[in-house]
């Protein structure tokens, strides 16, 4: 019966993850056809020649209506072909390929890190609260939060690379072609690093604030009194009822860093989407910024997705409302 | 048409990708250039003595060591073509592998240093190419003459789409007659006096007969170092040519050649400074104090690129030539060359290429006169006129240098409204008045090929030349030059064209920018060179460096 209704959400909720993405597939489209000019002549620049012009919009299928371009694209998308690059004039999905996996194993890394480090510090703050480790805590995270991210990279670099201690990290992260990330995981620690900082400050203090409240709860309070030791209160009893807030900041944490990595990457000239995107956007390779922007909005709703699912489990009151 | 600027104009990324968008569709426009006498090169040039040589190389070669170079503006858009680049890391990866006919020196003074070692241009209307003998491929097959002869075909190939074509546009492509193994007569559709100078473009290597870009052959060239991977965007590793034909005593000396992109000049220059790679292109004027103090060695290299602004001599209200000299002599050239590049380049006068041996160096050098200028204003009517700058963030310095002149005519009670325009190239473009562009560094003739005739050349942005008046024989004398083997009379010829463009011409040139790139001081044998390429032309194609 519950699991019942689990599954029945989770159904529910892919269909509307689904509805989503066909939304944000029409907003990507059509900001892409709303590209100043007609996009034939503006990959073309100077050199146009009606002949020309034909040619290219019929490579971009420009030369249907908009509406079956747009049938034209989203059915190659869900046929796993997202179309040619312009500007490297290979299939979309092996130029993106390598890219993808390095820039999924950069938030893994952070994420990996991030999550039970910013859980424990944010519980630990909760128990301590107002004592020095949580003041600490408090201030080091809300500097951290304000910080860009290039600013904390760009820093990290200067102390560990450039100047300070000249050598010692890797300022950027070559990964030669055919090798992995994780060949040479001493040229990950400042890109990890950067984003770790970008991201914990924000899951600390939400697991903080939800670990008082569900400190200050009346069954904590009872399970204190039936005098069980503070370590079972707050693993068995605080820690889950505190993580279901936390695991929606998490997610959005999580999302943020697949488009997030964009600055990271290229501050550490990371071969990964970021760079990718940056540079079909700066050549208008315009099925290359579809198909990331479409990536990265699917990574979002998946992540919503998961997010929503690990709540639930996390708190059983919610199954019942299914 | 094919974009041929562009490899010359080398110092940038954005003026690279926009050439990339026109290989895209690879338009038949090459054939313009062809029907044109000639977009040639200038001539052979008889020496220049001041500006090269520079640091001497200290200590001896020795073999050995992996060279990172890291470098900006490439992009997915890479590609490896032993006679094409889109972006500069493809200019990189060209210059260890391929070499060509004829070469450059330090000084930009054309030789016979190359796989040529005759270049005989004596005849008008022919030209014999004798190899060097012995030379190979890096697949071991012997470079010949049906080599240079598919080469050539290769590069005028409308199809290819090839940087050459134009230069080249007077080979007669069926008419290239192997008269022994060895050696090419190369016959011509007219008189051309520059295609020896073509035959020295960096962008016309040899490749072995049967060369496509996407075949077996694509990574086989002679140069001293053969790819042996390459990722767009990424990444590219070359090992030395062992079997490399010079003697052993001139290179190259690196086992391996590693060329990294860079999306962003700051990461390059941290790279650099934590001893990840060994020398940069185009480090940021900003950085190169904090470089230097970190013990980092900056290459300044003397470069001919230019940003003029253009005034088109048919166009309101530029049809006056007082007005186009008064907006001459209202740009303060120095103080535009230290506003823009920083101080990094040299004051120009009015005219282009300045490596040409027949550069007019005597004519004085045009100042600021704002008084001059409003009375040739007020003589001609137009005194507190008004009128639109044209540019784009194509180039780098386009948009500075039009804001910076911009304030320097309202002195004069001029005002100059500048239009950031980011569909510049477009419909509009050779058909302003008044507007910024780019050339990279070229000899005189050529660049008169490309920019300074009426149609099929394809960039005449000033509409020059005049129909009447000083300058109305301006095409008579190009084709004069172009017939001229002896090359003192082709020089007078081309002082008297460059006396017309400095009197009446429609071009303001306020400064030729330099190369400034950066290498740890454990790289040993760059040179302070006149170049179009960065880093001493890659020290040469990664021969004459070393490390310590």
Redesign the interface.
């Known amino acids: 019966m519950r699991l019942g209704g689990i599954a029945g959400f989770v159904v529910r909720r892919l269909l509307l993850g689904v509805l989503v993405l066909f939304l944000v597939s029409l907003v990507v489209f059509a900001a892409t056809q709303a590209l100043p000019g007609d996009p034939a002549r503006s990959i073309l620049g100077r050199t146009a020649t009606p002949a020309s012009l034909k040619a290219l919009r019929e490579q971009l299928g420009l030369s249907g209506s908009v509406f079956s371009q747009y049938v034209d694209w989203i059915t190659g998308l869900l046929h796993g072909d997202a179309g040619n690059s312009l500007a490297a004039q290979e299939p979309v999905s092996d130029l993106l390929g390598d890219k993808v996996v390095n820039s999924a194993f950069l938030v893994f890394c952070a994420g990996i890190i991030s999550i039970p480090i910013s859980i424990a510090i944010g519980s630990y703050a909760a128990l301590k609260r107002d004592r020095a480790f949580d003041v600490t805590s408090s201030v080091s995270t809300l500097v951290f939060a304000a910080l860009p991210e290039f600013v904390t990279g760009i820093a990290l670099v200067v102390i560990f690379s450039t100047n300070v201690f000249t050598g010692f990290l890797p300022a950027i992260t070559i990964i030669p072609p055919g090798a992995r990330p994780w060949d040479d995981m001493k040229a990950m620690i400042l890109p990890t690093a950067t984003l770790v900082l970008a991201v914990t400050p924000y899951v600390v203090r939400i697991m903080r604030a939800s670990m008082i409240e569900v400190l200050e709860s009346d069954y904590v309070e009872m399970a204190r009194l039936k005098g069980l030791p503070e370590r079972t209160v707050m693993i068995r009893h605080a820690l889950p009822n505190a993580l279901g807030p936390t695991f929606q900041v998490i997610a959005i944490n999580l999302a943020y860093l697949a488009g997030g990595v964009i600055v990271v990457e290229y501050v550490f000239n990371y071969a990964g989407i970021g760079g990718a995107l940056t540079n079909a956007v700066s050549t208008q390779d315009i099925p290359v910024v579809q198909a990331l922007a479409m990536l990265i909005a699917a990574i979002y709703v998946v992540l919503n997705l998961l997010a929503d699912i690990a709540t639930i489990l996390v708190t059983p009151r919610l199954r019942t409302r299914l | ?3 041929n600027r562009s490899p010359e104009a080398g110092a940038d990324l954005d003026r690279l ?2 050439s ?3 290989l ?2 690879g ?3 090459v054939l313009l250039a062809g029907g044109l006498a000639a977009c040639g090169s200038s001539g052979s040039s008889s020496g220049g003595s001041s500006g090269g040589g520079g640091s001497a190389p200290a200590g001896t070669p020795k073999k050995g060591g992996n060279f990172r170079l890291g470098v900006t503006g490439g ?3 890479d590609i490896v073509d032993g006679q094409s680049i889109v972006t500069k890391p493809d200019q990189a990866r060209l210059i260890g592998g391929w070499e060509t006919l004829m070469t450059y020196d330090e000084d930009y003074v054309l030789g016979t240093d190359g796989l040529a070692e005759e270049v005989d241009s004596s005849v008008p209307g022919q030209v014999d190419v004798r190899l060097r003998s012995g030379i190979e491929f890096h697949n071991g097959k012997t470079l010949t003459a049906d080599d240079v002869i598919y080469s050539i075909q290769r590069i005028l190939n409308p199809k290819e789409g090839l940087f050459g074509a134009a230069g080249l546009g007077s080979v007669d492509p069926k008419n290239l007659k192997k008269m022994d193994a060895n050696t090419v007569r190369i016959g011509l559709k007219q008189p051309d006096s520059t295609i020896p100078d073509q035959l020295g473009q960096y962008f016309n290597g040899i490749v072995p007969e049967g060369y496509e870009r996407k075949n077996n052959l694509k990574w086989i060239g002679t140069g001293p170092y053969q790819i042996q ?9 070359a090992v030395r040519n062992k079997n490399y034909w010079r003697p052993a005593s001139d290179g190259p000396w690196f086992d391996q050649v ?1 060329v ?1 992109d ?3 000049s ?3 220059v ?2 650099l ?4 790679i060994d020398a940069i292109t185009d480090i940021p004027f900003a950085q190169i104090d904090t470089a230097k103090a ?1 013990g980092i060695q900056i290459l300044e290299g003397h470069g001919g690129g230019w940003l003029p602004l253009c005034m088109a001599i048919d166009m309101e209200p530029f049809t006056d030539v007082r007005v186009r000299q008064a907006f001459r002599l209202m740009a303060d050239r120095p103080a535009m060359l230290e506003q823009v590049l920083s101080g990094h380049g040299s004051v120009a006068n009015d005219l282009f290429a300045p490596f040409d041996a027949c550069y007019s160096s005597d004519l004085a050098q045009r100042e600021q006169d704002i008084e001059q200028a409003k009375s040739l204003l007020k003589a001609a009517g137009k005194d507190g006129m008004t009128v639109d700058l044209h540019t784009t963030n194509g180039a780098a310095g386009m948009v500075d240098s039009a804001n910076v002149f911009a304030a320097q005519t309202k002195a004069a009670g001029v005002t100059v409204n500048v239009k950031n325009d ?2 510049y ?3 509009q ?2 058909k302003l008045a008044f507007s910024v562009d780019f050339w990279g560094t070229r000899g005189f003739l050529p660049q008169v090929g490309l920019g300074m005739l009426p149609p099929p050349c394809p960039y005449n942005e000033t509409h020059w030349p005049p129909k009447s008046g000083e300058g109305s024989n301006y095409i008579d004398l190009y084709n004069q030059a172009l017939k001229e083997t002896d090359p003192t009379k082709r020089c007078s010829i081309i002082h008297e064209m460059q006396k017309a463009e400095y009197d009446v011409g429609g071009y303001i040139i306020p400064f030729f920018n330099n190369l400034v790139d950066a290498h740890s001081a454990k790289v040993q044998g760059f040179k302070v060179s006149k170049a179009t390429l960065n880093l001493d032309t890659f020290g040469h194609g990664y021969r004459t460096i070393w490390f310590t």
């Open positions: 048409m094919v974009d990708s926009l990339r968008r026109e895209l569709m338009a038949g426009g992009g997915a858009s991977s390459f990722t767009p965007g990424q990444q590219s590793v590693t990294t860079f999306a962003d700051a990461a390059q941290n790279a400074l934590a001893g990840q970190q980011p569909n190239y477009g419909d473009y050779l």
